[in-house]
Nanobody, 123 residues
Framework: QVHLVESGGGLLQPGGSLRLSCAVSGGTFNSYAMGWFRQAPGKQREFVSSLTKSGSTYYAASVKGRFTISRDRAKNTVYLQMDSLKAEDTGVYYC?????????????????WGQGTQVTVSS
């Protein structure tokens, strides 16, 4: 059974930086594309970024140029580096694993999900 655990969330001011981590266990890490999604209060969960098995990356328009996704295969961990944070980046951030080989920006193609980590950007 695949298990994902996010960490690194917190409270910070606009303009700050934060790095989220997602540790993956119980599965073949290199078999999955990995994604980050977020959900703000009262809103639907939305795509943030994804990284395919081959190393291709995808970003939501709202975070492109500010966020960077990466993975450490030796540690079975995927990261989301978030810079120049804005208040609208506030939400619960979820890590997810996709073994479908397509649909890297959709919540419906990810079979495995972490419990989420809270990110709050506020002055």
């Amino acid at each position: 059974q695949v298990h994902l655990v996010e960490s690194g969330g917190g409270l910070l001011q606009p303009g700050g930086s934060l790095r989220l981590s997602c540790a993956v266990s119980g599965g073949t890490f290199n078999s999955y594309a990995m994604g980050w999604f977020r959900q703000a209060p009262g809103k639907q969960r939305e795509f943030v970024s994804s990284l395919t098995k081959s190393g291709s990356t995808y970003y939501a328009a709202s975070v492109k140029g500010r966020f960077t996704i990466s993975r450490d295969r030796a540690k079975n961990t995927v990261y989301l580096q978030m810079d120049s944070l804005k208040a609208e980046d506030t939400g619960v951030y979820y890590c997810a694993g996709n073994n479908q080989g397509w649909g890297y920006t959709s919540t419906t193609t990810y079979a495995y999900w972490g419990q989420g980590t809270q990110v709050t950007v506020s002055s």
